[in-house]
Every structure is written in structure tokens, then in C-alpha cells.
């Protein structure tokens, strides 16, 4: 039972890290260290514009999941500040994400919940497990077992969802390649690769998406 809960549990997990590699990673180290002329509170702003969703309230303070919704988005003060074009992709994704829940607010909601899910679900069952694994109650084995299927349920969540974040980034990554968004052609164009890159980039659970950098 527990060598079976591994493998259920590690296959989808293993997928996940390998196509993150080669379908975000990759991209996001080689491009995604460059200064950029924009922030990315200024790209949230364009986006929000070009999308008509100027009457969005824009709050910027420290948050630990996505918060966003048709008339509202939170982002962190280190995004909204930094010209970095990772973190200025990663800013307009969001705002992507909130012209999306202007349309279906359901399904954005539902992908938020299961970028949540990846994050609180794993790590509050290895804190379980290991609670179990000390007073006696289950087998270590049995115990891995039980952590690896909570990863690989939350894995397969955050698949059935994705199509959700990829749409908005496709939307987005559209409007830097056909529209003036910004100023400089060769920064859209740079800009828009990485946010197609980035939209692979929640596929691993938050509990273990640390595992091979950031």
C-alpha cells in the first residue's frame, strides 16, 4: 500500500518538475534577470487599461496566495517596485488573471484555489505524518507514502487548472506582441516570452516549488 502511494504519488510530481524545466525554466533563467525600463506595478496598470479594467483597486502589501478578482488585485511590494522582467511578466500574468475573472470569475477562482491547495494541503500533511511517524502511530514508509499522494493530488489539480493561467497569459503575452504596451519593441517582445514561459511555472506544488531555485 505505502510503495503504491509513492509511485501515484511521485509520478505526476516528476512530470511536473520536468516539464517546468523545460517549458519555464529555462526561459525564465536565461531572460528573466534583465532590467527593464517598466515596473511591473506600471505593467499591471497597462494591462488593466489596454483590458478596460481601469476601475480595478490595485493594493500593494504582503500577501502568501494570489488575491485577485474582477475589481480587485494585491501584489506584493517587491513586484509591484521591481523592473527585474521576470517579476514584471509575473505582475502582468496577474493582471491577466483579473481580466480573465472579469469574464469567469469561477474558474479563476478555482485556480487560485488550487495554487493554494499546493501550498497549505503538503505541508500540513507532513506535519502530520511526522507528528504520526514520532508517537508510533504509522510507519515511516506508510507515512511517505501518505505525504507523496498529497503531492501528487494537489499536482493534479493544479493541472486541471492550468489551461486557467495559461489562457490569461496567452492574453496578455498577445496584447505585448500586437499592441505598443511598451515603449521599447525589443522589451514587449522580451517581455511576452517570459510571461508564456511563466504560465508553466505553477505546475509543482507551492510546498515543494522551491526545489530547483527560484
Known amino acids: 500500500m505505502a510503495k503504491l502511494l509513492l509511485l501515484m504519488g511521485l509520478i505526476p510530481v516528476f512530470v511536473s518538475f ?3 524545466k523545460f517549458l519555464s525554466d529555462r526561459i525564465v533563467r536565461k531572460e528573466g534577470g534583465a532590467e527593464l525600463s517598466i515596473s511591473g506595478h506600471e505593467m499591471i496598470e497597462r494591462i488593466l487599461k489596454k483590458g478596460r479594467a481601469g476601475d480595478v483597486e490595485i493594493q500593494v502589501k504582503k500577501r502568501l496566495f494570489i488575491v485577485l478578482g474582477p475589481t480587485r488585485l494585491v501584489v506584493s511590494p517587491s513586484l509591484s517596485q521591481s523592473r527585474k522582467a521576470r517579476d514584471v511578466a509575473e505582475a502582468g500574468i496577474l493582471a491577466g488573471l483579473v481580466l480573465m475573472a472579469r469574464r469567469q470569475e469561477k474558474v479563476v477562482n478555482w485556480r487560485k484555489w488550487a495554487v493554494k491547495f499546493g501550498s497549505a494541503m503538503p505541508a500540513f500533511t507532513m506535519i502530520v505524518m511526522a507528528f504520526a511517524m514520532v508517537i508510533g502511530r504509522l510507519s515511516p514508509t506508510l507515512c511517505l507514502g501518505i505525504v507523496a ?11 486541471f487548472t492550468l489551461p486557467v493561467e495559461r489562457a490569461a ?3 496578455v503575452a498577445d496584447m505585448l506582441e500586437e499592441t505598443a504596451l511598451v515603449a521599447r519593441r525589443s522589451e514587449g517582445e522580451a517581455i511576452a516570452g517570459l510571461v508564456r514561459a511563466l504560465g508553466w511555472r505553477r505546475i509543482v506544488p507551492g510546498a515543494i516549488a522551491w526545489i530547483g531555485g527560484k
Open 18 to 20: 520536468v516539464a517546468r
Open 149 to 159: 499522494a498529497s503531492l501528487g493530488f494537489a499536482t493534479t489539480f493544479l493541472w
Open 169 to 171: 497569459a496567452g492574453t
